[in-house]
């Protein structure tokens, strides 16, 4: 464990499904971050938040919604997905935004059908 | 054309050789990460670097800011390195890397 703790590990969903992703940091960690990882593709940021604060968001579909309750917790909402939207969602922290001690969860590996 | 290039994409060793895998970019930035994913998923941070030389174990990275390069080299290889090895810029975000797919055989 590498103090990112990410669940479930695996999610399939269907297209009309709602599901919510979930990450863990008891780093003492200020920023929070998503990434998806899809195939031969860098990894690709989706949300920021820092001290809670939603402080970017990358064009991201309205189907993937972030919520960050408290500095510890971070969730992703997701809903009528697509099958392209099937990809590793990787969480990450660090002590401040893009800032020293970036941390990495496990990942999502989530398959819309 | 991405800004942060990795070479080669996918790479194969034998146990005990040296390997060497190299990232250019083409941003200002102000630090460079090398990072590793294992096939489960997770990726841990192996070096965070802005300047010369850093060495853990029987990994080295260096940097070469004027000349926007970075290597990362594995000494004596085994196949436990195998995993894919991403190359990350700090400029006023993190710009990844696609990764270089390793391969370690016994």
């Known amino acids: 464990e590498t103090g990112v703790t990410q669940t479930p590990r695996h999610l399939v969903m269907g297209m009309t499904n709602k599901k919510s992703l979930k990450c863990e940091q008891h780093?003492?960690?200020?920023?929070m971050y998503w990434y998806k990882q899809s195939a031969k593709k860098p990894l690709e940021l989706m949300f920021v938040y820092s001290l809670e604060e939603r402080v970017e968001n990358n064009s991201v579909p309205s189907r993937f919604s972030p919520e960050c309750p408290n500095s510890s917790h971070l969730f992703l909402h997701l809903h009528t997905l697509q099958p392209e939207d099937s990809a590793l969602y990787l969480c990450?922290?660090?002590?401040?935004?893009?800032?020293?001690?970036?941390?990495f969860g496990s990942g999502t590996r989530l398959t819309v059908v | 054309k991405n800004e942060v290039e990795q070479s080669p994409q996918n790479l194969t060793a034998q146990e005990g050789e040296f390997i060497t895998i190299n990232c250019s970019y083409s941003v200002g930035i102000s630090a460079l990460h090398w990072l590793q994913q294992h096939p489960g998923g997770g990726i841990v941070s192996l070096f965070m670097?802005?300047?010369g030389k850093k060495k853990h174990g029987r990994l080295i990275a260096t940097i070469n800011i004027q000349e926007k390069h970075s290597s990362l080299h594995i000494t004596a290889s085994h196949p436990r390195d195998s995993a894919v090895y991403i190359c990350?810029?700090?400029?006023?975000?993190?710009?990844f890397g696609t990764g270089t797919r390793l391969q370690v055989f016994p």
């Open positions: 990350a810029v700090k400029a006023d975000k993190l710009i």
């Open positions: 670097l802005s300047s």
């Open positions: 990450a922290s660090s002590q401040a935004q893009f800032n020293y001690g970036y941390t």
């Open positions: 780093l003492g960690h200020n920023a």
